[in-house]
Nanobody, 121 residues
Framework: QVQVVQSGGGLVQPGGSLTLSCAAS????????MGWYRQAAGKQRELVASSTNFGSTNYTSSVKGRFTISRDDAKRTVYLQMNSLKPEDTGVYYCYIQLLLRGTSRYTGVWGQGTQVTVSP
C-alpha cells in the first residue's frame, strides 16, 4: 500500500555536499514526523534529524549547522541537505516517516531502503 523511495547519496570528499531525498507514495492521508537516521559500520542506528508537521526540527549535535532537514508535505517527501561533510558522516542513511493511511486512525512508521554516504578524500 505504501512505497518509500530514497535517492541521493554517494561518494564525496570532505567538505563537500550531498542531498538526500525520500518520497512516500500510496494510500496516504497525512505524514507526521519525518526524519533521517544513519548507521555507521559496527555502530547502532542513530537519529540525525527530524521534522514534525508542526514545523519543528531537531538535529543531533554533531550535524547542527551543517545539515538541514526540509519537507514537502504535498509531495510526501523529506530532504536532507548535508554540507561540510566529514569522514565521520559516513554510513547508510535511512529515512523514516510516520504516516496515516486513508481509512485508518493510527499512524504507522515506514522506513526507506537506505542509501550509502561515503565521505573520503
Amino acid at each position: 500500500q505504501v512505497q518509500v523511495v530514497q535517492s541521493g547519496g554517494g561518494l564525496v570528499q570532505p567538505g563537500g555536499s550531498l542531498t538526500l531525498s525520500c518520497a512516500a507514495s500510496g494510500n496516504i492521508f497525512s505524514c507526521r514526523t519525518m526524519g533521517w537516521y544513519r548507521q555507521a559500520a559496527g555502530k547502532q542506528r542513530e537519529l540525525v534529524a527530524s521534522s514534525t508537521n508542526f514545523g519543528s526540527t531537531n538535529y543531533t549535535s554533531s550535524v547542527k549547522g551543517r545539515f538541514t532537514i526540509s519537507r514537502d508535505d504535498a509531495k510526501r517527501t523529506v530532504y536532507l541537505q548535508m554540507n561540510s561533510l566529514k569522514p565521520e558522516d559516513t554510513g547508510v542513511y535511512y529515512c523514516y516517516i510516520q504516516l496515516l493511511l486513508r481509512g485508518t486512525s493510527r499512524y504507522t512508521g515506514v522506513w526507506g531502503q537506505g542509501t550509502q554516504v561515503t565521505v573520503s578524500p
